[in-house]
């Protein structure tokens, strides 16, 4: 009922920039929190940077003052940019939003996951 799809991932040298962008769309009457995971093969999905209805932001250590999340005009977009990438933020990026569908049920959605390699 809620479609997620992202975009922007691939292949920078390090110290280079991305910027990642999420569409929400389906029955969807609200959404609380939208953010960014980030996903190595093996290991649990992290939380990279989440952002409110409200413009709250939340950002993991690891890319405070290097990444920035927003939100579009349309609330239902989301983007992430990403500077001084590193070869550790090689990992499959994928999106993330809560919020309540137009029936009133809660819903927490994932898009499909994005690429972003870091690589001379």
């Known amino acids: 009922q809620v479609r997620l799809v992202e975009s922007g991932g691939g292949l920078v040298q390090p110290g280079g920039s991305l910027r990642l962008s999420c569409a929400a769309s389906?029955?969807?009457?609200?959404?609380?929190?939208m953010g960014w995971y980030r996903q190595a093969p093996g290991t649990q999905r992290e939380l990279v940077a989440t952002?409110?209805?409200?413009?709250?932001?939340n950002y993991a250590d690891s890319v405070k003052g290097r990444f920035t999340i927003s939100r579009g005009n349309a609330k239902n977009t989301v983007s992430l940019q990403m500077n001084s990438l590193k070869p550790e933020d090689t990992v499959v990026y994928y999106c993330?939003?809560?919020?309540?569908?137009?029936?009133?049920?809660?819903?927490?959605?994932w898009g499909q996951g994005t690429q972003v390699t870091v690589s001379s």
């Open positions: 389906g029955s969807i009457f609200d959404i609380y929190t």
């Open positions: 993330n939003a809560r919020g309540r569908l137009l029936g009133g049920l809660q819903f927490n959605a």
């Open positions: 952002i409110t209805s409200g413009g709250s932001t």
